[in-house]
């Protein structure tokens, strides 16, 4: 880490997860160091080393001085550092302005931004400086009989989508990092998962009390490399969006799997939707949750929204909200 910066108020704080994309991240910061260069991009460049040193770089960062902090990663990486952005007391979150590189094998947080998979259309994003206030998630969950929160900057889900996660978690230690893994481990767990009788209330009414199959809550639009799991959501209206799944047969799914896909995922008369500022949900068994594909607690969970929380970066093709601009 360098010293303070404020004579420097437009340097970034490059953030780069070499591990992100299976290797992506080490592999390909050379190209992306020296985009940033012909783009006279200014930054610090680091690169993380644990599990949660992102959120520990965050922190510092910020402490110094630093009020521009981008990403090279993947959505794991851009959920540590938001919550970083929450842990420290410098300044309020939204001053501090995020942009993210995706090197990752999801990426689905950019999907919802106009973001470029191209590094070249990322860095000239951040050149330009668009800025969109976006709201954040707190989730609440049960942890080693303990209470634990944090921040979710995109989907979270519980039942089936947080047991296909520890799937896809599983693999990546080994090493299998497709971008079909998400797909496989949904295919592949489908037949094993047994529904898990749920209790869900938002803004405190009960709206599902049944087996549920798997829910997801989010703020975007995307998760698990490309699934539509929210196509209503809108990032900044202060809303979450839902998607319950019902128990359904595979052969209801077989020919519609594609919906999950295009949009049209409520054209499956087993998934409801549901919009809410607050969320809890209940179960017996417990049932796990994961928050931008991270793998976290138990239930009971509570979800509540923070209202155009953190200040982003976004594409030039990017036309939601009313708070976009340089």
Same mark, same amino acid.
């Not at 992306?32 to 949660?52: D, G, N, W, Y």
């Not at 496989?184 to 549920?212: A, E, H, I, M």
């Not at 068994?285 to 928050?291: D, F, G, I, R, T």
């Given at each position: 880490m360098t010293g303070r910066v404020e004579s420097e108020p437009e340097k970034w704080f490059v953030i780069v997860n070499p591990v992100a994309g299976g290797g992506r991240?080490?592999?390909?910061?050379?190209?992306?160091?020296?985009?940033?260069?012909?783009?006279?991009?200014? *930054?610090?460049?680091?690169?993380?080393?644990?599990?949660?040193?992102? $959120?520990?770089? $965050?922190v510092t960062a910020v402490k110094e001085g630093y009020r521009r902090i981008a990403v090279v990663g993947g959505d794991g990486t851009l959920h540590e550092v938001? =919550?970083?952005l929450f842990i420290q007391r410098e300044v309020r979150p939204d001053e501090v302005l995020l942009a993210v590189v995706a090197v990752g094998t999801g990426n689905d947080w950019v999907r919802t931004f106009g973001l470029s998979g191209r590094y070249r259309d990322a860095v000239q994003a951040i050149a330009a400086g668009r800025s969109f206030l976006q709201d954040v998630g707190v989730v609440s969950y049960e942890e080693a009989h303990f209470r634990q929160s944090r921040y979710m900057a995109n989907v979270g889900g519980a039942g089936f989508d947080a047991h296909v996660v520890?799937? @896809?978690?599983?693999?990546?230690?080994?090493?299998? $990092?497709?971008?079909?893994? /998400? $797909?496989? *481990?949904? @295919?592949?767990?489908?037949?094993? /998962?047994?529904?898990?009788?749920?209790?869900?209330?938002?803004?405190?009414?009960? @709206? /599902? =009390?049944?087996?549920?199959?798997?829910?997801?809550?989010?703020?975007?639009?995307y998760n698990g490399g490309g699934l539509q799991q929210l196509p209503a959501a809108v990032a900044d209206d202060g809303i979450f969006d839902l998607s319950l799944y019902r128990p359904v047969h595979f052969w209801h799914l077989l020919f519609r799997f594609h919906y999950l896909f295009d949009g049209r995922i409520y054209q499956i008369r087993h998934i409801l939707q549901e919009r809410g500022s607050r969320i809890r949900i209940e179960s017996?068994?417990?049932?796990? @949750?994961?928050?931008?594909?991270?793998?976290?607690?138990e239930s009971p969970l509570e979800f509540?929204?923070?209202?155009?929380?953190?200040?982003?970066?976004?594409g030039a093709g990017f036309a939601g909200g009313a708070e976009v601009g340089k």
């Open positions: 991240g080490l592999d390909d910061f050379p190209l992306i160091s020296r985009l940033m260069r012909e783009a006279h991009i200014l *930054c610090e460049p680091v690169f993380t080393e644990h599990k949660f040193h992102a $959120t520990e770089l $965050t938001v =919550n970083g520890r799937k @896809v978690t599983h693999l990546r230690k080994k090493g299998r $990092t497709s971008r079909w893994r /998400y $797909t496989w *481990c949904v @295919v592949r767990s489908f037949f094993r /998962y047994k529904s898990t009788g749920v209790k869900v209330w938002v803004d405190d009414r009960l @709206v /599902y =009390n049944d087996l549920l199959f798997s829910v997801a809550i989010g703020i975007c639009k017996s068994p417990e049932v796990s @949750v994961e928050v931008d594909g991270e793998l976290l607690g509540s929204i923070l209202h155009r929380a953190v200040r982003i970066v976004v």
